[in-house]
């Protein structure tokens, strides 16, 4: 059974820091491409970030400079460090793999942050 595990979403004021984690199980995580969206209330879902199985990272513009998204395949877990938060970050989070047809998907983390 494939479970995709996250934890680190909370409240915080606008220029603070949060970082985000998912944890995989169940599939060969190290050839995954892993993703982290967003969706904010009355907004589709939105891809904020990107790490293939090779390393490489693509970004929303939104967020390119304050974001970062990484992975530890040992750990099978993927991160998303986010800095200088804005009040329009606010949203729920959501890991996400793929590799070929098969796809994830994270519960969600809420993510709030105030002005």
């Known amino acids: 059974q494939v479970q995709l595990v996250e934890s680190g979403g909370d409240l915080v004021q606008a220029g603070g820091s949060l970082r985000l984690s998912c944890t995989a199980s169940?599939?060969?995580?190290?050839?995954?491409?892993a993703n982290w969206y967003r969706q904010a209330p009355g907004n589709q879902r939105e891809l904020v970030a990107t790490?293939?199985?090779?390393?490489?990272?693509a970004y929303a513009d939104s967020v390119k400079g304050r974001f970062t998204i990484s992975r530890d395949n040992a750990k099978n877990t993927m991160y998303l460090q986010m800095n200088s938060l804005k009040p329009e970050d606010t949203a729920v989070y959501y890991c996400?793999?793929?590799?070929?047809?098969?796809?994830?998907w994270g519960q969600g983390t809420q993510v709030t942050v105030s002005s």
């Open positions: 169940g599939i060969t995580f190290r050839v995954y491409a």
């Open positions: 996400n793999v793929g590799y070929g047809t098969s796809t994830y």
């Open positions: 790490v293939t199985g090779g390393g490489s990272t």
